[in-house]
T-cell receptor, first 114, second 111 residues
Framework: KNQVEQSPQSLIILEGKNCTLQ??????????LRWYKQDTGRGPVSLTI?????NTKSNGRYTATLDADTKQSSLHITASQLSDSASYIC?????????????FGTGTRLQVTL | EADIYQTPRYLVIGTGKKITLECSQT?????MYWYQQDPGMELHLIHY???????EKGDLSSESTVSRIRTEHFPLTLESARPSHTSQYLC??????????FGSGTRLTVV
């Protein structure tokens, strides 16, 4: 069964600190991996998209890494802000040939406090 | 700024009512999707469409139905709502690249 597992489930950090979220997947054949930010009660918003040939991609204070050999990805948030409080979802796209299919992780709930 | 719109944002209705959740996108995307998400849980695909007059059921069994008469419009209908349908419903569209764009979602409560 194709799975995407994220850790930790939840995380509380102080404003200004850095943090790293983890994603392990078993999806095969792999097409690409995405990180989304989802505010409570809202739809997910894309942060990064990486294909299997990409090792790292940045979007402002967000930096995602991908190791396709070990099937692991991480999302590093630098100098966290209160507005970073949200759920961060790792999504792996299955390459079906005719259509992409997404497998969602359950997310890491991040809370940034003063 | 979102180019995919869902209405209503919140809906509370009684059991047995028929409801339609609206989803429209202005990007001309052929592929559109409906996901269901319970609080704190992952998204599950319930319906998808690859173009006009094309609809398929997703991974999660759902009593809802969808239609795709126009490219920009992908409504989801529940003929007779039940409390078990209480959830958040997210619509998404996909362009020719890998990108998905999600709507803000409709939070449905059936009482």
């Amino acid at each position: 069964k194709n799975q995407v597992e994220q850790s930790p489930q939840s995380l509380i950090i102080l404003e200004g600190k850095n943090c790293t979220l983890q994603c392990n997947y078993t999806v095969s054949p792999f097409s690409n991996l995405r990180w989304y930010k989802q505010d409570t009660g809202r739809g997910p918003v894309s942060l990064t998209i990486m294909t299997f040939s990409e090792n790292t991609k940045s979007n402002g204070r967000y930096t995602a890494t991908l190791d396709a050999d070990t099937k692991q990805s991480s999302l590093h948030i630098t100098a966290s802000q209160l507005s970073d409080s949200a759920s961060y979802i790792c999504v792996v796209s299955l390459n079906t040939g005719t259509a992409s299919k997404l497998t969602f992780g359950t997310g890491t709930r991040l809370q940034v406090t003063l | 700024e979102a180019d995919i719109y869902q209405t209503p944002r919140y809906l509370v209705i009684g059991t047995g009512k028929k409801i339609t959740l609206e989803c429209s996108q202005t990007m001309g995307h052929d592929k559109m999707y409906w996901y269901q998400q319970d609080p704190g849980m992952e998204l599950h695909l319930i319906h998808y469409s690859y173009g006009v007059n094309s609809t398929e059921k997703g991974d999660l069994s759902s009593e809802s139905t969808v239609s795709r008469i126009r490219t920009e419009h992908f409504p989801l209908t529940l003929e007779s709502a039940r409390p078990s349908h209480t959830s958040q419903y997210l619509c998404a569209s996909q362009g020719n690249d890998y990108g998905y764009t999600f709507g803000s979602g409709t939070r449905l409560t059936v009482v």
